[in-house]
């Protein structure tokens, strides 16, 4: 299992492949890591495909990194064969080339005006890649640990109709497009390896572009309870330690969002990767009750709907309706909910309620559920950084909603605050460049953020003002935010 040096130039790590006790093999640490330290790089995917809607937005060879290492939105031109896959630049276009567009690109280009869906171009790339010459095929170690891959191909045939039947249908567009030798069988084990061993390709701030395969990476376990944190920087994996990892401790990184009860997350793990968890986390909460309130129930209905159509002024509907249950607010599904109705708002341009929402996330949701540091942390915060400068682009200050109830035993009045949105940005972003916490967030999207920070400083300085001189008002301003934050789950909620 050893990796020659062929390989090992694509990837840092200080890890090495073992047997993990009753789940097959596993990732050991060999050396110590912080919080934030680097566990695993990979520079150079084994596969990395967009999903066919980014097809037309994204660039396929740095994933949108190019955008925002430039702080501009940069339109990607279409790759002058196919038409199909499109380019920040040469060098961009070089990159996904080399990486197995040079052999897909005159099918594509006979199949237009249609385009396979992802798997079946992931699938196809590969089967391509494994039997191209030398020069343009796969590395011979990665290859190796590809077949060694599970691919729990007879779960998924037996246990899961639509999954099988999607990865036949697109494993024999695969075989007759590409004119491969290839047994069918052959590649529908391939269409499964992928399946079940493959990673959401995400921008750095977590929204998913695509699918990602490395076979080193893939031997990683899954901990409800995990130690490690994965992030993309372009076509650059990243697994970050979210928490002290000593050598020879096995590297765990959560396959599914372990915020969600036991039987959600188990659920998935199987329907999606066909095992039965069995971390401590989940021998310990395997008892809890199936009943669940109708209002959970709705909730979890609601986030298995589409969510292009939601609605604001339901999503907080459902947020009351579980306040109203003392469901805390650091629990699923009310996290979700949480996230869908800040998203939701945005997209509604109610950007006065998105900061009040994205507020509540940040100051009492978060710190609940991650430990300083993690990823998603970091993202939340930006996140909120970037709404506050946008509400900040009308006027300086912004009036916020306060809705009336009871907090802490206290019966609250409702009515309207106003805050300076631009300090409150800078404050959350001086927080994040100079808060002395290290962070498990990727190098670029920590640079985007030092720029920001950086450039808002000078704004504000070029203005004459000194943030150190405005502390009380920044002070007020947060008890304010606070305030209306925990008034949309006021009803029963207690302070940390
Ligand atoms: C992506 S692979 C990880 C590497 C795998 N252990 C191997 O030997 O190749 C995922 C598979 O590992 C096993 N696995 C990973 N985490 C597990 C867990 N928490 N509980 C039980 N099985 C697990 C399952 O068989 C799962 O299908």
């Not at 998913?208 to 309870?225: F, K, Q, S, T």
Request: hydrophobic share 40%.
């Amino acid at each position: 299992m050893a990796l020659t040096a062929t390989s090992q130039r694509f990837f840092d790590s200080n890890t090495s492949p073992g047997i993990a006790s009753r789940i097959g093999r596993g990732l050991f640490a060999t050396a110590d890591f912080g919080i934030g330290g680097d566990v695993l790089h990979i520079e150079r995917p084994f596969l990395a495909v967009l999903e066919t809607d980014r097809l037309d937005d994204t660039c396929a060879g740095c994933f949108g990194a190019t955008s925002s290492e430039q702080g501009e939105s940069i339109k990607p031109l279409p790759c002058s064969g196919c038409q199909v896959t499109k380019y920040c630049n040469k060098t961009c276009q070089a990159q996904d080339w080399n990486l197995g567009h040079r052999l897909e690109c005159p099918i594509f280009k006979k199949l237009k005006p249609r385009i396979l869906p992802i798997n079946a171009r992931a699938v196809l790339r590969i089967i391509l890649r494994m039997s191209a010459p030398p020069r343009f095929a796969f590395d011979p170690d990665e290859l190796n640990l590809f077949d060694q891959l599970e691919s729990h191909m007879d779960e998924i045939r037996t246990t899961n109709a639509p999954v099988w039947e999607r990865i036949t249908l697109s494993s024999m567009a695969v075989k007759r497009y590409s004119g491969t030798e290839m047994e069918l069988e052959e590649i529908l084990k391939i269409s499964a390896k992928l399946d079940v061993n493959s990673f959401s390709l995400t921008t750095a701030a977590y929204d998913r572009v695509g699918v990602y395969l490395h076979p080193y990476a893939a031997i990683m376990n899954h901990d409800c309870n995990y130690n490690a944190i994965v992030g993309f920087d372009g076509p650059e994996m990243y697994v970050k330690a979210i928490r002290p990892i000593k050598k020879d401790d096995q590297i765990f990184i959560s396959y599914v969002d372990a915020t969600n009860r036991f039987s959600v997350r188990n659920k998935e793990l199987l329907q999606r990767f066909y095992f039965t968890c069995r971390c401590n986390k989940c021998l310990y909460e395997e008892g809890e009750p199936l009943e669940l309130p109708g209002a959970v129930v709705d909730a979890y209905a609601l986030l298995e709907s589409d969510s292009a159509s939601y609605e604001g002024d339901q999503l907080m509907g459902t947020i009351t309706n579980l306040t109203d249950l003392s469901w805390s607010i650091s629990e699923q599904p009310l996290v979700a909910i949480v996230d869908e109705y800040i998203a939701t708002l945005l997209s509604e341009n109610e950007i006065a309620s998105a900061l009040s929402a994205a507020a509540l996330r940040y100051l009492h949701i978060d710190p609940d559920l991650y430990p300083e540091g993690h990823s998603l942390r970091v993202v939340h915060a930006w996140a909120l950084a970037n709404i506050a400068l946008h509400a900040s682009e009308s006027r300086p200050r912004t009036v916020l909603k306060v809705y009336g109830g009871i907090i802490d035993g206290s019966m609250y009045q409702g009515g309207e605050v106003s805050v300076n949105t631009k300090f409150i940005a800078y404050s959350v972003l001086n927080t994040l460049v100079l808060g002395g916490n290290e962070s498990c967030v990727v190098p670029g999207l920590k640079e985007t953020i030092r720029r920001a920070y950086a450039q808002l400083d000078e704004e504000l300085r070029a203005q004459g003002t000194h943030l150190r001189e405005e502390m009380d008002r920044v002070s007020g301003d947060w008890a304010k935010l606070d305030r209306v934050a925990l008034s949309i789950v006021g009803k029963h909620v207690k302070r940390r």
